[in-house]
């Protein structure tokens, strides 16, 4: 038989009309964003707070430790006191005996407001309960924010809490920390502090936070590897390693890295100004003066020789079971041969 798609609007919309104060019996919180889960189950709990009339009233069921029956027995007893209840049910995706919660579902009791969380995706609305939590439009999903979605969040977020973003540092702050917005938002917390009164983050404040933690970026990497510079980018790359960054991030990067270096003659000969073409090979303004000198040193050999180290590491990653820094070091030390 073939699975039924989940089709469920995006978290962001709960989140909204939550703020709006209009409020479902059932929020079913599914997907591969964890923040974005977090702010909307934070999200319910202030909206509700205030109809909470006992601390009996407020209950958090772990999905392994409890089970459906008990979830259920709680939420349809009425309230101890004179407002609503609010259960908030963890792990769902732990939780042995789902499908009881079907019939709860279909007729809620309207005191009771019962957020759910499913720790990742969810591939089927086959089964109940998420059959009945879905044709029931209480099921949202949380899909990882990327891209451009990711730099318009990072700019909203750094604008509620007083401060200013301009699109290129955004990029600039992700290239360097990454997409997990968890982590996102702890660098902009510490950036913030940094700044105290000023209000716009600059390229210097994103910088200091690296140079405060003592880490390397990617960007000391790159500068590295475009210097050829053998000994310092394998000092830089495995000690990426080692403070956590996947191997699947420095290939990513340094092959968009070396896709922009190949693109710099052209754009020179055709006089496109430095802020332009910057954004045409995908680099903060800052950094593309590297670029212009990296070029200088890799002939278009060098950099199909990059490419193909590239690809075989990507693939190497993807396939056999050598360890990161294994990879990454005979990445690199193809790249410089």
Known sequence: MAKSKISAPPITEAV???KAGK???IYFFFGEDSFGIENAVNTIEAAVKPMIGSD???ETFQGEEKSVVEVIDFATAF?????KKFILLKDFDKLKDKKALASYAASPPDFTILAIVNNGPVSSAATEPLKTLAEKNYMFEAKELKGSTLVNWLIDFTAAKGKTLTPENAQLLMDISGENRNLLESQLE???IYLGDVHEITIDSIKA???QSKEFTIFDLQNAIGKRNKSRSLKIALNMISKGAAATYLVHMLTRYFTGLVRVNELTEKKIPNQAAARIVGT????YKDYLEARKIYSDNQIINAASALLKADISIKTSSADEKTIVTILILEILS
């Open 284 to 287: 903060h303004p800052f950094y």
């Open 16 to 18: 909204k009309n939550i």
């Open 23 to 25: 409020l479902l019996p």
């Open 190 to 192: 510490k950036i913030f």
């Open 56 to 58: 009996f009233d407020r």
């Open 79 to 83: 309230p101890f006191g004179s407002g």
């Open 209 to 211: 936070l690296s140079t």
